[in-house]
């Protein structure tokens, strides 16, 4: 009777262990690497603020992960789309001559 | 006849070392080597009580290094076999007592004696630690299918390669095969793929442990017992036999049987 009742609960929901092995890869990948994810986090928005100091970038498809293959060799991919370019932009905004000189 | 000196950490406490020390120590002694088993706690003293020579202490680790025994003086060895000896810890509170290089030339001369030197380590990373690894030629490591022992066992498994000691090897120790089935605890394959690392032994919990360590008598010789079975396997594979590891399913009594045939097995 509880074998069933087990059963029941058990094929709804993840098993304890896939869990517990899901939290290990991601809490040791951030062990590894010495950089805890809410440090991890405070840089990647670092990135992107320095990102878009030079180009407009596109907020809704930006990933920026951290990849590891073994124990010694992590990295950072990130994509981070942008339109455009901020610094072009603003030199003619400020400048509306400068096109003229180069012509 | 040079030694091989085997060091058996793990970071976590209580996963297991000292059981593993003093039942591969046995093992190995069963299989005809010559072997001592090294206490390198210091402060704490555990290989003697398990190993049931715990009132045949008189010199310890620290008495040899500082000088005030010889190294014959402070071997204890085995009633049941002679060619198995103790080096217990030392009870001082002084961590500093022994260094690495100590323990490096103590390991040089029993390499001289003996088969084998196993290297029971304290828990933790810290000097005791390091003391235990540095003489190591193999580093064994002991952990449960947990989240807080896998993760430590993946910051020794570092250490361990940051001092060119790797790669270990792991012990996997108080398996529940029941337990994985049902998906509530980690299987060994869970376990090597997170840790990327070579299971030398698969240790199944085991009721005869307590009672063994109770009695003094390590469970390796208990026939009866699978833990003990399992360390009888690590000592082999640590003498380059190549052991199948067992079957962990449990022997099915007949009303088990007759639950799965209605349905009571796994979907």
């Given at each position: 009777m509880s074998n069933f009742f087990d059963r029941l609960?058990?094929?709804?929901?993840?098993?304890?262990?896939?869990?517990?092995?899901q939290r290990l890869q991601f809490v040791l990948v951030h062990d590894r690497i010495n950089l805890p994810p809410e440090r991890l986090k405070e840089m990647k928005e670092e990135i992107l603020r320095v990102i878009?100091?030079?180009v407009a970038v596109q907020g809704d498809e930006i990933d920026i992960a951290l990849q590891q293959r073994d124990r010694n060799s992590s990295k950072l991919v990130a994509e981070v789309p942008f339109s455009g370019s901020l610094s072009g932009l603003a030199e003619r905004a400020?400048?509306?001559?400068?096109?003229k000189d180069d012509a | 006849m040079a030694g091989k000196v085997i060091t058996v950490t793990s970071g976590k406490g209580g996963v297991g070392k000292t059981t593993t020390t003093a039942n591969i120590g046995v093992a190995l002694a069963r299989l005809g080597k010559k072997v001592v088993v090294v206490d390198a706690d210091i402060g704490l003293r555990n290989l003697d009580i398990i190993m049931g020579l715990e009132n045949r202490i008189v010199y310890d680790l620290v008495d040899i290094v500082e000088g005030r025994a010889k190294l014959k003086q402070a071997l204890i060895k085995h009633k049941q076999f002679?060619?198995?000896?103790?080096?217990?810890?030392?009870q001082t509170r002084d961590k500093?007592?022994?260094?690495?290089?100590d323990m490096v030339a103590l390991a040089n001369e029993l390499r001289k004696e003996f088969d084998f030197i196993v290297i029971d380590s304290p828990a933790g990373i810290e000097r005791g630690f390091r003391n235990a690894v540095a003489p190591a030629e193999e580093v064994l490591i002991v952990t449960n299918p947990e989240v807080s022992a896998v993760r430590d066992a993946d910051r020794i498994i570092g250490l361990i390669e940051a001092e060119n000691k790797g790669p270990a090897k792991l012990i996997l120790n108080r398996v529940k095969i029941e337990m994985i089935k049902k998906g509530e605890m980690l299987s060994p394959d869970d376990v090597t793929d997170i840790l990327a690392i070579k299971i030398i032994g698969i240790v199944p919990e085991d009721e005869h442990v307590v009672p063994s360590s109770n009695s003094g008598v390590p469970v390796t010789l208990n026939d009866h017992s699978r833990a003990g079975q399992?360390?009888?396997?690590?000592?082999?594979?640590?003498?380059?036999e190549n052991v199948p590891f067992m079957n962990l399913e449990q022997n099915q009594g007949f009303f088990q049987r007759l639950g799965k045939l209605f349905g009571g097995g796994n979907g």
């Open positions: 609960i058990g094929r709804n929901r993840e098993s304890s262990a896939q869990t517990a092995k878009s100091k030079y400020s400048d509306p001559d400068k096109d | 002679p060619d198995l000896y103790l080096i217990p810890a030392a500093t007592a022994v260094s690495p290089s399992a360390f009888q396997n690590i000592a082999r594979r640590l003498c380059g």
